[in-house]
């Protein structure tokens, strides 16, 4: 079983250049939770509030080129850059010509490359995502943005009936290289609506790749990679992570969209994560660290395909798995993990692979309760010493 | 009402105040205002189709409501010529409540060269045809005729699964192909085979997708009718309604970008104007100026929704102005008619750089598929009214003999060579063989990623263990 675990390497259309220059260890970036210090943690009943505020770590600043960005600056850059390298690269979406994006991903580039190549459209997702595929069929390489990927529901026919469907369907005559990137995620009292995690919906279609960034680094590279990628490739991004900051190196580089990221290496137990809940991991790492425990953390980055070579590699070292998900307990991205993991590496295993999750609720708007909906730093905590006792 | 306009600052409303209360003394106390303190009877607002602050609700006596808004009109008209500016430009203004009506009083004539008898309807303009383009056309419109039959026989045998025919639209295919060029992107809906057959798709490629063999372009992918071909520039057919259409806005687009000298066109059917992609994608095409065209084939029915409960405006074309939108309304069984509106359409799209609404209006004579039978829900003789009377290739063929172009020996001969043609399609198609599993995983990626490959491997190892369970074609 644990055989299986083949290299996604094949795919190798899309992975060029790697730079080798990023910190595998220590992430430049750092989350400030709300609170102070540990006493008013306690005082919140033990529940942290993390607004995913970005503080630069100067200890972690070991480049010694490099500039430092924004989250949404970084995406802006990889736009900017592959416009540039390639004309028919363009972009698509509500708000983003002069606007400049609700997030400001787009800012400048209709001055930049022209309006006809930063295109804002009229309030119809699946057309316009349906006018990205026409496109892509005819030979450009649209970037599609969702204001929110809630709002990508509506394109789901066009995303699902035809983008996923049509290379193959086609005979392999018409291909698809559309990026469709936007925010998702639970995020600052956004309401149910614009709470939502579409990979969980997305991940079944079969012909879409789906990529999470959850650092400017990796942002820009896998945006870039995806851009350049064959295939239609959903990016996605998240509500809560736009400013956080981190230095970057300034020469080309692309980071392969299979790949999964390895954060923190680790004995004794792997945790699974991805996009914001990265954070929320690596906080719960700082005390888990305090209390002599040896995690290792995996940012898995590609949520379809699973890069299950270094989840493998990783879960035959450790022999416990956790995954720390946004998603909903039922039918998440978790859920498909889960499962391949005990297909794939089951005789690895020495406790059933756990799964933090969100609630199967729609995500209310009170800070309370929206923070009790996704996973807290605690409960990571509290599930690592159950696996490893 | 009254009072509130007169207590209004405003040197409009008081002047409109002042109009109403004098009418209110001519006509006595209304019962259907919304200040008033008595309710009307229930009798009486059956009867009152003018409401100060409400529209018709009532489906009632509109000649009356006609004449009570004229009578009003003369009153008020003329006195108001102030101009103020929303967002969007500048609007002048009237005094009365002027409701544009659901429907013109004339319903959008239908353009149209060929009489019912072939012969050019004397003050009709439309564009020349020569002799060898004519016949090319005429030949085209048979062998899709013959085509239809003998595949939808071929699916009544049982040989293919399923077929979607083309009866009675065999003019829009072939005449809206012949007016366009190659490099013109084709993106249809379902019944528009002639366009690929027009650009040089043969009944062996026809057939090779229809049994879905080693030959198909779409390896064996698809449904039966779900033609593609990128060579030719039409796009692979996806069966949900109307997905093209804002797929062929990024179509000219693209276009647009390239600065070609070619326009995008997508086909769509009565029933595909119901979808919100037709609403979106028309908005879309008119903001973004896109050099296209929207081929809407009125036919009349959507399996078994007659056009009365699909829409309650005047057909399609009466929407293309809602978006700004050029539009044509054309008699869809007139070859000559629909190549001059696709042809024109087509030079005002690249040359203006805009999209162009063309509703052409046809009868769909065959069954919307073969898992129809309409005669369920239509009455036989409509359908073979349609069939013969009002058929487009006898029509446009009675020109075509009256310019001496076509005789009744050449007609034999035609429908005989094409018969031949298509019969062994049919049967050498049926011999070539289905792809193989390794096709099964194929071009869902450009390249076949691990996970694919795997479960490849598992499927040919659970086939190499139970052989009997499987069919013996069935090999890597």
Redesign the interface.
């Known amino acids: 079983m644990a055989a299986?675990a083949?290299?996604?390497h094949?795919?190798?259309?899309v992975s060029k250049s790697r730079s080798a220059a990023i910190p595998q260890v220590a992430t430049s970036v750092r989350v400030a939770a709300a609170s102070r210090g540990p006493g008013s943690a306690r005082a919140r009943g033990g529940l942290v509030v993390a607004r995913a505020a970005a503080v630069k770590d100067e200890a972690a600043d070991t480049n010694s080129g490099g500039h430092e960005v924004l989250m949404f600056e970084a995406l802006r850059e990889a736009m900017i850059e592959e416009m540039t390298l390639d004309p028919t690269v363009?972009m698509i979406g509500e708000d983003v010509g002069d606007y400049g994006g609700s997030y400001k991903v787009s800012k400048g580039l209709s001055e930049m490359f022209g309006d006809?190549?930063v295109?804002d459209?009229?309030i119809?997702e699946?057309?316009?995502?349906?006018?990205?595929?026409?496109?892509?069929?005819?030979?450009?390489r649209?970037v599609v943005e969702g204001m929110n990927m809630g709002f990508l529901l509506l394109a789901y026919?066009?995303i699902s009936?035809?983008c996923g469907?049509?290379?193959?369907?086609?005979?392999?005559?018409?291909?698809i290289p559309i990026v469709i990137r936007g925010p998702g995620g639970v995020g600052r009292q956004l309401g149910a609506e614009h709470s939502q995690r579409l990979e969980s919906y997305f991940q079944s279609i079969?012909?879409l790749?789906m990529v999470a960034c959850s650092t400017p680094y990796n942002a820009k590279g896998l945006l870039k990679a995806a851009i350049r990628?064959?295939?239609p490739v959903v990016v996605f991004e998240h509500v809560l992570l736009y400013n956080m900051k981190e230095k970057i190196p300034d020469e080309d580089y692309i980071c392969c969209l299979?790949e999964a990221e390895m954060v923190r290496p680790g004995s004794q137990v792997t945790i699974l994560t991805y996009s914001r809940m990265r954070y929320h991991v690596m906080q719960a790492v700082k005390t888990l660290v305090n209390k002599g425990y040896d995690p290792e953390v995996i940012d898995i980055r590609s949520l379809k395909?699973?890069d299950?070579h270094t989840i493998g590699n990783s879960v035959k070292k450790t022999h416990r798995v956790l995954i720390v998900e946004e998603c909903m307990r039922t039918g998440g991205i978790g859920a498909s993990l889960r499962s391949a993991i005990i297909d794939n590496f089951w005789d690895e295993l020495d406790a059933p692979p756990m799964c933090l999750s969100s609630q199967d609720v729609p995500t209310p708007y009170a800070a309370p309760l929206e923070d009790a909906t996704v996973v807290q730093p605690p409960q990571i905590v509290a599930a690592i010493e159950e696996i490893c006792r | 009402m009254a009072a509130w306009l007169a207590g209004s600052s405003s040197k409009l409303a008081h002047s409109a105040a002042r109009r109403l209360a004098g009418d209110l003394r001519r006509r006595g106390p209304d019962p259907w205002l919304l200040s008033s303190s008595t309710m009307p009877a229930r009798g009486q607002l059956a009867g009152d189709l003018r409401g100060f602050c409400s529209v018709r609700r009532f489906a009632g006596d509109s000649t009356a409501a006609t004449a009570a808004e004229e009578s009003e009109n003369e009153f008020a008209g003329g006195d108001l010529q102030q101009v103020v500016d929303f967002p969007g430009g500048k609007l002048s203004f009237v005094g009365e409540m002027n409701f544009v009506p659901e429907s013109q009083r004339e319903r959008i004539k239908c353009y149209r060269v060929l009489d019912d008898d072939g012969g050019i309807i004397y003050s009709s303009r439309f564009q020349e045809v020569g002799k060898e383009l004519a016949l090319k056309m005429y030949s085209n419109m048979v062998t899709l005729q013959i085509m239809d039959t003998i595949f939808y026989e071929a699916q009544r045998q049982g040989r293919i699964s399923f077929y979607i025919t083309s009866n009675g639209e065999e003019a829009i295919n072939i005449a809206s192909a012949a007016a366009l060029s190659a490099d013109d992107i084709v993106l249809p809906q379902y019944r528009e085979p002639g366009v690929l057959l027009w650009r040089g798709f043969t009944p062996q490629e026809f057939a090779n997708q229809l049994f879905g063999n080693k030959m198909d372009y779409g390896k064996g992918r698809q449904m039966p009718i779900h033609y593609g071909s990128n060579r030719l520039n039409y796009f692979t057919i996806s069966s949900p309604i109307a997905t093209q259409l804002p797929q062929a806005v990024g179509a000219a687009y693209s276009l647009k970008m390239d600065k070609k000298d070619a326009c995008a066109i997508t086909y769509f059917g009565d029933g595909g104007t119901s979808e919100g992609d037709f609403h979106a994608a028309l908005n879309f095409a008119a903001v973004k100026e896109a050099p296209m065209i929207f081929f809407c084939r009125n036919n009349g029915w959507a399996i078994s929704t007659p056009t009365t409960e699909q829409f309650r405006s005047d057909g399609i074309v009466t929407r293309g102005q809602a978006y700004g939108i050029r539009s044509i309304r054309v008699d869809g069984n007139d070859t000559l008619a629909v190549y001059s509106a696709v042809h024109t359409a087509r030079e005002m799209a690249i040359a203006e750089g805009r999209p162009i609404l063309i509703e052409a209006m046809t009868y769909r004579v065959g069954h919307h598929s073969t898992s129809d039978d309409s005669t369920k829900y239509r009455p036989a003789d409509e359908i073979e009214h349609w069939r013969t009377a009002r058929d487009p290739i006898s029509r446009y063929r009675k020109w075509v003999q009256g310019n001496g172009w076509w005789c009744d020996a050449e007609e034999t001969e035609l429908r005989n060579s094409v018969r031949q043609e298509i019969l062994q399609a049919v049967q050498a198609a049926e011999r070539i063989p289905k792809h193989g599993l390794a096709e099964l995983f194929t071009d869902v990626y450009d390249q076949v990623p691990s996970n694919l490959h795997e479960q490849q491997r598992s499927l040919l190892d659970i086939i190499k263990k139970h052989p009997s369970d499987y069919p013996t074609e069935v090999n890597s």
């Open positions: 299986a083949a290299s996604l094949a795919t190798a259309a363009c006809l190549r295109l459209t009229p119809a699946n057309s316009f995502t349906g006018m990205g595929v026409g496109a892509a069929m005819k030979g450009l649209p026919n066009q009936n035809n469907m049509l290379h193959y369907t086609s005979g392999g005559q018409f291909k079969p012909g790749q990628s064959e295939n299979e395909p699973f299950l």
